[in-house]
């Protein structure tokens, strides 16, 4: 989730005009960024090697 914060600081960034998909970008992404590094905080990663084996599962 993002907060109100996260919000402001990726607005402001932004140029005066923008577009609405602009920013549903830029928010989506900024999103998936936090995520990982919460997950990577609570240790929710996989190895390499178990990353190796899930991409061979799908080619099964």
């Known amino acids: 989730m993002i907060t109100k ?31 990982g590094k919460n997950q990577s905080e609570k240790n929710e990663i996989l190895s390499e090697s178990e990353l190796d084996e899930e991409v061979d599962k799908w080619f099964e």
């Open 5 to 35: 914060t996260k919000l402001k600081e990726q607005i402001d960034s932004f140029p005066e005009e923008f577009s609405i998909d602009d920013l549903v970008e830029r928010l989506i992404l900024v999103e998936k960024i936090e995520n």
